[in-house]
Nanobody, 122 residues
Framework: QLQASGGGSVQAGASLRLSCAAS?????MAWFRQTPGKERKFVAS????????WHADFVKGRFTISGDNAKNTVFLQMTSLKPEDTALYFC????????????????????WGQGTLVTVSS
């Protein structure tokens, strides 16, 4: 089970930190986001073994994913937020350690959190 938190409403340029706590161990965890009428889109992932991180191009330099192994929790630090970052953010967990090339693939993840809403106004 995954529990996401940290969403909210902010002005453009502000920062937010999302958290996602897993009730058990996972091979990797990730963040995806979705806006109404659109498909869910990969944002960032974190593989516990090796601490590998992968960020989508549209958030590189602004968002950073990190993990606390002891707490089975990943964080998404979001800075310089833009109105186009407005979305429902979902965290996801993989049962097993995925290969690096699969980190951005939604099919890699079997566990999904309930989503936390991020709204960025201009």
């Amino acid at each position: 089970q995954l529990q996401a938190s940290g969403g909210g409403s902010v002005q453009a340029g502000a920062s937010l930190r999302l958290s996602c706590a897993a009730s058990g161990s996972t091979g990797a965890m990730a963040w995806f986001r979705q806006t109404p009428g659109k498909e869910r889109k990969f944002v960032a992932s974190f593989r516990w073994s090796g601490g590998n991180r992968w960020h989508a191009d549209f958030v590189k330099g602004r968002f950073t994913i990190s993990g606390d192994n002891a707490k089975n929790t990943v964080f998404l630090q979001m800075t310089s937020l833009k109105p186009e970052d407005t979305a429902l953010y979902f965290c996801a967990g993989a049962i097993r350690r995925p290969i690096l090339s699969a980190l951005g693939d939604e099919r890699t993840y079997s566990y999904w959190g309930q989503g936390t809403l991020v709204t960025v106004s201009s």
